[in-house]
């Protein structure tokens, strides 16, 4: 099958790797970015420099889009607006569901399909099977270009909501600064009997790995908004050893304040009288009110 020329708007560190990807598979890159120092080693790949974003725009039927922010991708493709039509915009930028509805209502309105995504990769990934990049929008300009788009990686089209992919991407990159945030205090607090985190990351990896196995048992409980089906370890008792985490940080000099709001959370549901509840029901204070559709799903 003929390979499809691809438009790629913004040469960072992902954008140029995104685009080095394209080239060695053989597609026709066309390349632009706001400062033309990161365009000159894509060109020596085999890139054609496009001197405007509307001359860029203008070369190819799918135009890849990696910046900063939103307001650098409205503003650029605000540049080439009348080139748009009949184009497909692949956005890969990280924003949030607003902008991102503010960017597919746009892009729709100057008579293209809009798709947004969400690379849940670094760089040095991209290319490779373990990239994994997350869609949503438009599923008609999502399945033009669907095998232009697997040369970044793994893909995966969520739905026709174009916030879909914003809002899968920041939920899992919360999950992991949560992680961030306990390997943190874990560290600082081992640090306080001399022990090197490189050592200490040989148990906390395993002890993580195992800790995450027990999500699907939480999601269960957090699914049927009953958070007392098949509690091993209760609210009650994990209180306590959180209590004396807590403690035993100020003993040792080190501030618990990365932990403290999911104690406070914990004992907040406590008092509230779940003793026999798992952790999980302390997600009924922090999510928003069940809407009726919600309610009748479950
Ligand atoms: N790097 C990662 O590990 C990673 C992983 C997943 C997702 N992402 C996402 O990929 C996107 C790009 O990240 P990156 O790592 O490539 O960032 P980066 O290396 O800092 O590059 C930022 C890019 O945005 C451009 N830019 C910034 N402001 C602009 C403006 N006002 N107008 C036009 N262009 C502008 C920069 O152009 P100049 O060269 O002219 O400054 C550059 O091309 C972000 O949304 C990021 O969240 C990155």
Redesign the pocket.
């Known amino acids: 099958m003929e390979k499809s020329p691809v438009t790629l708007l913004?040469?960072?560190?992902?954008?140029?790797a995104l685009a080095t990807a394209l080239i060695q598979r053989g597609h026709v890159v066309t390349v632009w970015?706001?400062?033309p120092?990161?365009i000159e080693p894509l060109v020596a790949q085999g890139a054609r420099h496009a001197k405007s974003v509307a001359a860029a725009v203008e070369a190819s039927p799918v135009v890849v889009v990696?910046?900063?922010?939103y307001?650098?991708v409205l503003?650029?493709l605000a540049e080439a607006a009348p080139a748009l039509a009949g184009r497909v915009v692949v956005n890969?930028?990280?924003?949030t569901p607003r902008q991102v509805r503010e960017a597919s209502e746009w892009v729709a309105h100057q008579g293209a399909e809009y798709v947004d995504g969400?690379?849940?990769?670094?760089?040095p990934m991209i290319g490779g099977p373990d990239a994994l990049v997350l869609y949503s929008g438009s599923e008609k300009g999502f399945e033009a270009h669907r095998a232009t788009l697997e040369v970044f990686g793994t893909s995966r089209f969520l739905g026709l909501d174009a916030a879909l992919a914003a809002v899968h991407d920041l939920a899992l990159l919360g999950g992991m600064y949560g992680m961030f945030a306990g390997f943190l205090h874990a560290t600082a607090l081992a640090g306080t009997v001399n022990v090197r985190a490189m050592d200490f990351v040989e148990l906390l990896v395993p002890w993580l790995r195992s800790m995450a196995a027990t999500l699907p048992g939480l999601a269960r409980q957090v699914d049927a908004r009953d958070y007392t089906i098949d509690v091993v370890s209760n609210l009650r008792m994990q209180v306590v050893a959180f209590d004396h985490i807590l403690a035993a940080s100020r003993e040792q000099g080190v501030d618990p304040k990365l932990l403290e709001p999911l104690h406070a959370l914990f004992r907040q549901r406590l008092a509230a009288g779940h003793p026999d509840e798992d952790v999980s029901g302390a997600i009924e204070l922090i999510r928003p009110p069940a809407s009726d559709a919600e309610l009748v799903r479950s």
Request: aromatic share 0%; hydrophobic share 45%.
């Open positions: 913004g040469l960072g560190a992902m954008g140029s970015n706001r400062s120092g990161k990696c910046v900063l922010d307001s650098a503003s650029m890969l930028t990280n924003g969400a690379i849940m990769a670094v760089p």
